[in-house]
């Protein structure tokens, strides 16, 4: 497996180039699958989750090209899908393995086809992340589900009928894959506690270009006239709010300057302000966020994650290691998923002073400094705490298993070295236990 290696102690400077949001674009890809018509979606970021989800719809029949293009500029890559035939309803369980958000074809497969087997997901091992809402919610609507063998069985007799469904937990998942079965239901469906998250809006988005009838677009109700057909569509997939996030840390940890391309400040709200609290100062263009953080002392600063507008989980890990270069205490809670603490073992490796309490808070304190080590890679956004640690750390850190960094973060090195960081992908066998 390969590694990455930082060599710390160098303030960043320059610009980065904020990719297309993965956690938009997995969602989009699945909602090709409701029309025969061809769906394009532009500024799609590589990924190894998007080269997964892609593999996982040609199997179903899909057929997929891709090309290069340009936003603002910068080379991206622009999808275009078509489901004509299906060619198969099951989502095995070597793709599903691969990554979580494979569920994401429950909903559209259901509500075209009539039918779905899924076998049950995996992802990062961040915690117990149940499809029960997802389920229950879909019987709801006229589905019949079994779950045996690993696999979940759905089907339906006829089309989905609309109906209200009130979430009995704020979930994003389950919120996205009912949107997508509701578009084609029978009557209307209201969907209540509904995520907010900008991902959704960008789904919500896409399905009323495609024909949909979506109110309530941003707000935790959103309501669903249901249409005979979906047609094609073009649309451009939103800024990655977490991939911006987590270089604002970077330019925060090593008290350098980076301006954040095709950010919007507005899909990181509560991250910006405690960028601000803790000494950072932030300006915010019409297209870019600047974070600058030269010959800034920062102060620890709580956070509590939550759902969107709150603190999203997804930043938790790289903010706890831009507190270990503050002055004096900061708590972090957090409060949608239980084992979200695996990187602090590896961060104590380097001589971070954490004390966790529980699986739910933890007591960061500010440190002189931090080592290089040789650390391991647990999940996707702990990957890059790690990173973070390594561009300050005195001496090498060397990341194992950045498989879990390729799944959320393009062109990582390249983007970092390009703002001034040592760091470089070494190729080699992972035998760091």
Known sequence: ??????????????????????????????????????????????????????????????????????????????????????????????????????????????????????????????????????????EKMGAKIEIKNGYIYAQSDGRLKGTHILFSGVSVGATCNLLMAAVLAEGTTVLENAAKEPEIGDLAKLLNAMGAKIQGIGTSILTIEGVDKLHGAVHKIIADRIEAGSYAVAAAITRGKIELINAKSETLRQPLQVLKDMGVHIVETPNSIIVDAKGCNLVGKDIMTEPFPGF????????????????????????????????????????????????????????????GAPVMATDLRASFALVLAGLIAEGETVVNRVYHLDRGYEKLEEKLKGVGADIERVKGDDNYE
């Open 1 to 138: 497996m390969d590694k990455i290696k930082i060599r710390g102690g160098k303030p960043l400077e320059g610009k980065i180039f904020i990719s297309g949001a993965k956690n938009a674009a997995l969602p989009l890809i699945c909602a090709s699958l409701l029309t025969d018509e061809t769906v394009t979606l532009t500024n799609m970021p590589m990924l190894s989750d998007i080269k997964a989800m892609n593999a996982l719809l040609q199997q179903l029949g899909t057929k997929i090209n891709d090309f290069d293009d340009f936003v603002d500029g910068h080379a991206t890559k622009t999808y275009s899908y078509r489901t004509k035939d299906i060619e198969s309803l099951t989502a095995p369980y070597d793709y599903v393995r691969k990554m979580r958000a494979s569920y994401y074809v429950l909903g559209p497969l259901l509500a075209r086809f009539g039918k779905c087997e899924l076998s049950l997901p995996g992802g990062c091992a961040i915690g117990a992340r149940p499809m029960d809402i997802h389920l229950s919610s879909l």
């Open 312 to 371: 999203p989980t997804d930043l938790q890990a790289q903010f706890m290691a831009l507190m270990l270069t503050a002055d004096g205490a900061s708590m972090v809670t957090e409060t949608i998923f239980e084992n979200r603490f695996m990187h602090v073992p590896e961060l104590l490796r380097m001589g971070a002073n954490i004390n966790v309490h529980g699986h739910a808070s933890a007591i960061v304190r500010g440190v002189k400094k931090l080592s």
